[in-house]
């Protein structure tokens, strides 16, 4: 089944220690290993999380390829593919040449534990790609390792048990720059927004139902009671306005309204052009209901003033970290309220957490930390996108989440736009 | 409704800087407060929290009246308490002298968003019993402020909606050392429990539905999978077997084997002596279902072992640390699987947290922090204390969670033989 290209592919790669970015010419990868299957990239995007390399904060010592973020088509693949495979992800039987994939940014083999109950994110042969053990999808050509678990095969989703017609039909319709979001960035904000909300100590107004009668496993004695609509009213802050943080506060805001909930959310982020096109995103989003007052942006000073009036000092319920540095999970701590949560989608690096066990105790805070597990989220990722095609569909508007396209030549600029908060999302066309 | 009492009492006093226990006389409390209740103790309990306080970690400069939990039966009420308040607690109406009353070890108004949402240890008016500002209940006399909000009346328990006759004539039955864990140590033992089979990271296994299907408000546009045997067994480990961790193991064991789920759990503490009580407690409660295999007590290498060997390298799905130091947080840590929790209920000093952002972004690690809500947990703290009379009933047998009985006039080697682990749960009663 394996149909080998030879010969060499331009890709995007990164020189130790930082800031060095250079489009280099290097071998169109092989199939390696059975499960193995090479996609030809049609959009690859640039992401915060490729700053961590991009500034030396890994302390890489060896060149590699960037980028974790791609869709395109496959063009070859192992020998563990073929018709009729049984007691393997589906792919292993269904995954053609010539299909159209979504790839998520880790490789998940979808036979592992955690694979199955959906932390696949933490699967036991995961890798990220654009590491030195991984060349990223910022090429030409990248090798999918345990294909089979980790892609996504457009044809499929369209397929889906559940999936309606005209549902079916939008997936068909979705632009390329709007499918290449599935790979990270807004899994990683429904994600951002869903440990938020389903915490247990936001539940209660989630519920209407007071703690801990609102979750499901306690024992009661006693009947629970309904709680008043002062009680339910929810305040959360995002820090941090890059992209993961746009689709973080899109996400959190599409899942209450629909839910009808009565909520506030302060956007923060230090960078003006950043709160420029959060702005610009909430008068898209928000224009038409009653919650146009509900989201503010703020600067950092700001946004401490705002939690303190909306809540009368109590602070938020929930806090979503999207930033990656201690500064920001500092801010986390000042504005959550006693019995709040903090999310922390944030890549963080080996710096000690800036918080004393006392401080954790006396506000009974509650921390999740971590990868978004994509393949996991990506159904409510996939809703999300189709319902908020206003933002996620065009590329360059005021309000659209993907500044623009840019070609491999723009690498190096955009590399540093992008680092100092002078650019939003761009992708990379390989091709172009 | 007030019948002030004039005089001294006497009282276990803590003095500076550490180690010094006193039983010194002292004036009466009086009613400050027109919400306030006076309440002559029956009996009152040494806890590891007092610990915090006798070693001087506190770094406290005055003198103080210790303890934090205690039953009795009021003697004075001020003058909130009559017939026909309304609007306010209940209790503002019914308390009335020579009631029988349990006292969580906090403060409460019942009247505050906290206290209507549960979250009752957060009460904007909280106060924590056996501090500078609030003397303790290891006295013959306590003063309670907010009464109204802060006291259980047993005969409400009693009288509570839902509660069958049956288990209304098992509750006057209960023993006055038993009535004395719904102070604290119980309810914070059943939410260590709580919150570590509730989180979001647990719910998949609870529920056979993956993540994060599993859990209330994300939105899915596939429909879910049931997860099979091999991915729903859980295993837990508890550090610290304090009386709070004791009460912990037997909540958790509680919980889940009525539910019928597959679990192992790991019990650990340094101490030897710990140790055998747990493993006294563990043969009582488990000595007749087919879980006997699924409780080990271990010391701390040992428990790594056990967890490396009973997961195949995995680790815990879930960590409750219940002592209160670094190293306890360093081992949780160690034990808990990738997207595990760490329920923690020690209560921490001002050092930091061990752990840097990428250690707990790389496992995916949530952590729950503070204090036990214990008038939200009491329903289901008085549900196990119903059913476990076998271990919480008798006081002094092997198997008992409460040891022994005391004069003041054994305070201050009580509090010694604690500190050192040499004794268990030991109560005061200030009238032997
Ligand atoms: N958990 C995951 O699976 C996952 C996935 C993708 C990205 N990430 C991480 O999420 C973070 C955000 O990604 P991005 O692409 O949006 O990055 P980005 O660098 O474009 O955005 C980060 C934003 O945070 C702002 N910021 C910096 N310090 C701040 C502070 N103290 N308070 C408020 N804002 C502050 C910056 O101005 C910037 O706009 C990064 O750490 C990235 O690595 C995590
Ligand atoms: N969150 C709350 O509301 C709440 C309520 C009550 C008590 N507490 C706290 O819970 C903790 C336990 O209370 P307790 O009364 O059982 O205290 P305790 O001091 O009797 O028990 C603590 C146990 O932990 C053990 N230990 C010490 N270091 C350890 C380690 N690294 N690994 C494993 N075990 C270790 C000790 O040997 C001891 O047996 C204390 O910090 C107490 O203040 C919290
Ligand atoms: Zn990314
Ligand atoms: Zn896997
Ligand atoms: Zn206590
Ligand atoms: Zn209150």
Redesign the interface.
């Known amino acids: 089944m394996s149909s080998q290209l030879t010969g060499n592919q331009q890709a995007i790669r990164w020189h130790p220690p930082a800031y060095d970015i250079r489009v280099e010419s290097v071998p169109i990868p092989k199939i390696e290993h059975p499960d193995d299957a090479i996609v030809k990239i049609k959009l690859a995007g640039l992401c915060g999380s490729d700053l961590h390399t991009y500034r030396g904060t890994e302390e890489l010592t060896d060149a590699l390829t960037c980028g974790h973020e791609f869709i395109g088509e496959v063009v070859a693949l192992g020998e563990s593919f073929h018709n009729g495979v049984t007691g393997r992800p589906d792919l292993y039987a269904d995954l053609n040449i010539g299909d159209k994939v979504v790839s998520p940014f880790t490789v998940s083999c979808g036979e592992c534990?955690?694979c199955?109950?959906?932390?696949t994110?933490?699967c036991v042969e995961s890798r990220l790609f654009g590491t030195p053990t991984t060349p990223g999808g910022q090429a030409q050509y990248v090798r999918v390792p345990r294909a089979g678990g980790t892609l996504y095969n457009l044809r499929d989703i369209v397929g889906?048990?559940?999936?309606s017609q005209s549902?079916k039909e939008d997936v068909t319709k979705l632009a390329d720059s709007s499918l290449l979001l599935l790979c990270d960035i807004l899994p990683t904000g429904v994600f951002a927004a869903?440990?938020a909300?389903?915490?247990?100590?936001t539940?209660?107004?989630?519920?209407s139902c007071?703690?801990?009668?609102?979750?499901?496993?306690?024992?009661?004695?006693?009947?629970s009671k309904v709680?008043?609509a002062?009680?339910v009213s929810l305040t959360f802050a995002i820090v941090g306005l890059g992209p993961v943080g746009l689709c973080a506060c899109i996400s959190l805001f599409d899942?209450l309204t629909?839910?009808g909930a009565d909520f506030r959310i302060v956007a923060i982020d230090p960078v003006e052009a950043r709160r420029e096109k959060m702005n610009a995103i909430i008068s898209t989003i928000a224009n038409k209901g009653p919650h146009l007052h509900s989201i503010a942006v703020a600067s950092i000073d700001e946004s401490k003033d705002i939690v303190e009036k909306w809540t009368n000092g109590?602070g938020c319920n929930a806090v979503l970290e999207v930033v990656?540095n201690?500064s920001a999970?500092t801010l986390a701590y000042e504005l959550v309220r006693?019995?709040g949560s903090i999310s922390?989608v944030?890549?963080?690096?080996?710096?000690?957490?800036?918080?004393?066990?006392?401080q954790?105790?006396?506000?009974?805070?509650?921390?999740?930390?971590?990868?978004c597990?994509v393949r996991?989220?990506f159904?409510?990722a996939?809703?999300?996108l189709l319902r908020r095609q206003d933002v996620f569909g065009a590329v360059g508007g005021t309000a659209s989440l993907v500044e623009k396209i840019v070609g491999f030549d723009e690498a190096a600029d955009t590399y540093e736009l992008f680092d100092k908060g002078k650019c939003g999302k761009v992708l990379f066309d390989p091709w172009k």
Chains 1, 2 share one sequence.
Request: charged share 15%.
């Open positions: 534990h955690f199955r109950v959906g932390f994110c933490r889906a048990a559940g999936t549902e869903f440990q909300l389903n915490h247990p100590k539940l209660p107004m989630m519920n007071p703690y801990p009668q609102s979750s499901s496993f306690a024992r009661f004695a006693l009947s709680l008043g002062e009680d899942i629909s839910r109590l990656g201690t999970l006693p019995f922390a944030g890549v963080h690096s080996g710096n000690q957490i800036p918080f004393s066990g006392r954790l105790y006396d506000k009974n805070v509650s921390f999740d930390f971590g990868r597990p996991a989220m159904p409510a996939l809703d999300i």
